[in-house]
C-alpha cells in the first residue's frame, strides 16, 4: 500500500502561528462535612444560592454559610424537603411548611416535596401528589412533579412524571420539543430552568433539552450528553447549565460537556440536587456533604508554577532528587506522604527533567536551569552507583532506581524461585537473578538492576535536549557527553545490548539484529527497538562527533535494515490496542531521530513512518505526543512514485493540545473514575484477538478519547481508551506530566501564554 494513503488528512498543512492562550477558568473541588465545617447533618436533600449566598437543606435543618466559609442552623432543626433561591433570599419546605426566609408563606400537603420555587408573590411546589402554585398554593396539577422553574417575566415551567409543562395564561400545557426531524414527549422530567437568556431548559433520563424562542435543541449521548439519569438542573450566570444525575454531575457551556464523577469531583456520585452561585460554582447535595466545583481564573503559568510547588514540596526522593509518585497515608490527605521508589525512577526523572530542559530553553530562568541541572545529577548517578560493590555492573550500566541502605531492605521477597515462578507462568524471558537491589560500593546505596529500553528512551531524550539547551559551557557539555559516550559504548561493546551485573542482558533492553530479525520471541517489539538504538546513537554522534556512532548506525541500517523496521514502530491491531508505554518511548525516539538526521531519504523514512504512528495518536488530545508530533513532522515531506505529500501537521491538534492542558486536574490523587456506563461514548470493538478479558474501553463519538478531567493517570504511558480507571486516593502524582508538554509547546512556540 503506497504510504500517502496510511497519512490520512492529520498530517497535511501548516499548523500556523502560535496559539495565544489567556485566561481560563480551572476547576477546583471543595467537600463541607458535618464534622469538618458544622453542617447540621451529612444527609444533604437540597442546596439553594443567590449571589454569594449558599443554603443546604439538610436532614437536621436548613443551614446558611457564611462569608467566612462556616455554616450555621436557620430556623428549626426538622428536615428540608425542598429549597430554592427567592432574589437574595431563600424559600425551603420542611414537614408541609413553605417558608420565605423566616416567615411561614404556606402548607402544601399530599405526599413527598420534591421542588419549591418562589418568585415575587409567586411560590410553586412540587409534590409526589401535584403541583401547588401561586400565593395561595392551590394545587393546579396531580401526578408526581419533580422539578419547577419560575421567571420574573410570569413565565413557569414544571416537570414530573407526566412530562414537561409550561404555563400560557392560566393553564399548564405540555411541551412536545421538536429539534429537526425529532420530536419527544419527554416523560419522568426531572429538572427544569429558565436561564439568563430566558430559555427553558429540561432534564430527563430520556435526554436533555433547551428552547430558545420556538426553537427546541435536544441532547442524548449522540449530542454528547454523558449521562442522563437525572435528579435537577440547575443554569448559571452565564448560560451555562449543570445537570445533577445519580452518577455525577454535568456542566454544558453550549460547547463542552464536562463530566463530574467520583471522589475527584464530588463527595457522592449520587446528586440530589445542584445550585450555581453568582460567580459560576456549582453547589451539590449528597448524602455525604455538600460539595462544591469552584471555576477559578488562571492560566497555564499558574498551573506550572503550582506543579512545581507541589513537586518541590513532596515529590522530591534522596538528595539526588528522583522526582516520582508519593504514597499518601490517608486517602486525600496531602499532609501526610511516603516516599517511594518505582521500576522507572529514571524514566520519570528524565521526562520531568526535559520539561524543566524545555522551561530553561523557552524562558532562560535561572531557576528551570536549576531544576534541570539538578535532574541531571540524579539520572548521572544511577551510571555511577552500578559501578564496584559486590556485584558490580560493567561500565556504562544505569540502574533503575535507587534506595538508601538505611532503609528497608528491598530484597526482601526476591528469590530465584520467585524468578523461576515468574518465568514460568507469567514471561519466559523473565531474568532470574538474585539479588535485584546489589549494594553500592560505599555502602550507602541499594540500586536496581534488569534496567528496561524505556529507561533508556527516557535517559537519551532528557540528555539529548539538556545539552542543547541547557548545557551551556564547554565543561557542562562535556558531562553530559561522559555518560552518554559510557552508555552508548557498553551497548555498542556488549552485541547491543544492556547487560547486568550476571553478565547477561536485561530483560528488555536487547538491540542486536538476531533477535530483533530473526528470534520470533523479538518480533513484537523489532520496529521499537530499532527506532531506539537509531536514535541513541544519533544523540551520541551529535554529542561527541565520534565517527564509530555513525558507523555502527550505517551497519545496522545499511546492513540490517533497522530504518526498515522503524516504519512499522509498534504492532498495533488499533486505536487502544497494544502497550501504550510503547507510544511513550517511540514518540521521544522519533524526536531525537528526526532532528539530528540528515540524510533525506532517512528523513524521509522516519517522517513517514512517524506520520502514520502520530495519525492514531492525535485521537488521544495528548499534547506531549502532538508537540513531538509537530515539531518532528513540519516543513517534512514524503515523496513516492505518486507524488510528494506534505507532513506538516494539519486540524484541531493544537487546539486539543491546549484543551487538555487547560483542563489537568490540580488534583493529581488517583480517584477512581468510572465512565462504562456513559451514553456519550462507542465502545472500541474487539481487534484481532478476543478482547473479553480486557477492561472496558471506549472513545467519544468523534474518535477522541475522554477528556483528562475525566479519568485519571500518573503519566502519559497510559491507555486513555481505558473507560474505568481504579484509585484509591492514596497515591499522589507528580505535575511532571503537564510540566514537559507545556514547557515543550513554549520552547517550540506552538502556544503563547
Not at 425551603?92 to 416567615?103: D, H, I, L, Q, Y
Not at 462544591?292 to 510547588?309: G, N, Q, S
Not at 478476543?690 to 497510559?718: A, C, K, M, Q
Request: proline share 4%; charged share 25%; aromatic share 12%.
Amino acid at each position: 500500500m503506497r504510504l500517502a494513503c496510511l497519512l490520512l488528512t492529520a498530517v497535511v498543512g501548516a499548523w500556523g502561528a502560535p496559539l495565544k492562550v489567556g485566561e481560563f477558568a480551572q476547576e477546583v473541588r471543595q467537600v463541607f462535612t458535618a464534622a469538618a465545617s458544622g453542617l447540621p447533618s451529612d444527609d444533604v436533600r437540597c442546596v439553594a444560592a443567590a449571589g454569594d449566598r449558599v443554603w443546604a437543606g439538610t436532614a437536621r435543618g436548613l443551614a446558611v454559610r457564611s462569608a467566612g466559609g462556616a455554616w450555621s442552623l436557620v430556623g428549626g432543626s426538622d428536615a428540608v424537603d425542598a429549597c430554592a433561591a427567592s432574589g437574595a433570599d431563600v424559600v425551603w419546605v420542611a414537614g408541609g411548611r413553605v417558608m420565605r426566609g423566616s416567615t411561614v408563606a404556606g402548607q402544601v400537603s399530599g405526599g413527598k416535596v420534591h421542588a419549591v420555587a418562589a418568585v415575587g408573590n409567586r411560590v410553586a411546589v412540587g409534590t409526589e401528589s401535584g403541583l401547588f402554585f401561586g400565593p395561595t398554593l392551590t394545587r393546579v396539577m396531580d401526578g408526581p412533579v419533580y422539578a419547577v422553574a419560575l421567571r420574573e417575566s410570569g413565565e413557569a415551567a414544571a416537570g414530573g412524571a407526566a412530562g414537561l409543562f409550561v404555563l400560557r395564561g392560566r393553564e399548564w400545557v405540555r411541551e412536545f420539543p421538536r429539534d429537526g426531524g425529532r420530536s419527544w414527549a419527554p416523560v419522568d422530567v426531572r429538572g427544569v430552568g429558565f436561564d439568563s437568556k430566558g430559555r427553558l431548559w429540561f432534564f430527563s433520563p430520556q435526554g436533555a433539552g433547551v428552547r430558545e424562542g420556538s426553537t427546541w435543541r435536544l441532547f442524548t449521548g449522540a449530542e454528547g450528553l454523558p449521562y442522563d439519569d437525572a435528579t435537577g438542573l440547575a443554569v448559571g450566570p452565564a448560560g451555562a447549565v449543570w445537570l445533577a444525575t445519580k452518577r455525577g454531575a454535568i456542566r454544558y457551556d453550549g460547547q463542552q460537556w464536562s463530566y463530574r464523577q467520583g471522589l475527584r469531583w464530588l463527595p457522592d456520585d449520587a446528586v440530589r440536587g445542584v445550585a450555581v452561585d453568582g460567580s459560576g460554582g456549582a453547589w451539590f447535595a449528597t448524602s455525604k456533604g455538600v460539595g462544591l466545583i469552584e471555576r477559578k481564573p488562571t492560566r497555564l503559568a499558574d498551573k506550572a508554577r503550582f506543579y512545581e510547588d507541589e513537586i518541590d514540596k513532596r515529590h522530591r526522593r534522596t538528595e539526588y532528587e528522583y522526582v516520582m509518585t508519593v504514597r499518601l497515608t490517608k486517602p486525600g490527605d496531602k499532609s501526610n506522604w511516603v516516599q517511594t521508589d518505582s521500576d522507572n525512577d529514571g524514566l520519570w526523572t528524565s521526562m520531568y527533567g526535559a520539561g524543566e530542559c524545555f522551561a530553561f530553553g523557552a524562558t532562560k530562568d535561572p531557576v528551570a536551569k536549576r531544576r534541570a541541572v539538578k535532574a541531571f545529577e540524579a539520572l548521572r548517578f544511577l551510571s555511577v552507583v552500578t559501578q564496584g560493590g559486590s556485584h558490580p555492573a560493567p561500565a556504562g550500566f544505569p540502574a533503575r532506581a535507587i534506595l538508601p541502605t538505611s532503609g528497608p531492605d528491598p530484597n526482601i521477597g526476591d528469590s530465584r524461585a520467585r524468578d523461576v515462578r515468574m518465568q514460568a507462568s507469567r514471561d519466559s524471558l523473565w531474568k532470574i537473578m538474585s539479588p535485584r537491589w546489589p549494594k553500592s560500593a560505599d555502602g550507602k546505596w541499594y540500586w536496581k538492576t534488569d534496567t528496561s529500553s524505556d529507561e533508556l528512551d527516557g535517559h537519551y531524550f532528557f540528555y539529548a535536549v539538556y545539552y542543547d539547551l541547557v548545557a551551556e559551557t564547554e565543561r557542562e557539555k562535556e558531562e553530559v557527553r561522559a555518560v552518554v559516550r559510557a552508555i552508548t559504548d557498553h551497548i555498542i561493546t556488549h552485541n547491543w545490548a544492556l547487560v547486568d551485573w550476571d553478565g547477561k542482558p536485561t530483560r528488555w533492553a536487547v538491540f542486536d539484529p538476531v533477535s530483533l530479525n530473526d528470534d520470533r520471541m523479538w518480533w513484537n517489539g523489532r520496529g521499537l527497538n530499532s527506532l531506539s538504538i537509531l536514535s541513541y546513537l544519533k544523540v551520541a554522534e551529535h554529542m561527541t562527533g565520534d565517527p564509530r556512532y555513525r558507523e555502527a548506525y550505517d551497519k545496522l541500517v545499511r546492513e540490517h535494515k533497522y530504518a526498515t523496521n522503524t516504519l512499522v514502530a509498534k504492532v498495533s491491531t488499533g486505536a487502544g490496542s497494544g502497550n501504550q508505554s510503547d507510544d511513550e518511548m517511540a514518540l521521544m525516539s522519533y524526536y531525537n531521530l528526526l532532528k539530528y538526521e540528515t540524510d533525506d531519504d532517512l528523513r524521509q523514512k522516519y517522517a513517514g513512518s512517524l506520520a502514520n504512528y502520530w495519525a492514531i495518536e492525535r485521537l488521544e488530545k495528548n499534547p506531549f505526543f502532538n508537540f513531538i508530533g509537530a515539531a518532528s513532522l513540519t516543513g517534512k515531506k514524503f515523496t513516492d512514485a505518486y507524488g510528494t505529500n506534505d507532513l506538516t501537521p494539519k486540524g484541531a491538534w493544537l487546539e486539543q493540545s491546549v484543551d487538555t492542558l487547560r483542563r489537568m486536574p490540580l488534583d493529581r490523587i488517583d480517584w477512581a473514575h468510572t465512565n462504562s456506563h456513559r451514553k456519550d461514548i462507542e465502545r472500541v470493538r474487539l481487534h484481532i484477538w478476543e478482547d473479553s478479558d480486557r477492561p472496558p474501553s471506549g472513545h467519544l463519538h468523534d474518535g477522541t478519547v475522554i477528556p483528562v478531567d475525566e479519568r485519571y493517570f500518573g503519566f502519559w504511558n497510559h491507555n486513555p481508551y481505558t473507560l474505568d480507571t481504579r484509585g484509591s486516593g492514596n497515591s499522589l502524582g507528580d505535575g511532571g506530566v503537564f510540566l514537559l508538554p507545556y514547557y515543550m509547546g513554549l520552547y517550540h512556540k506552538f502556544i503563547e501564554d
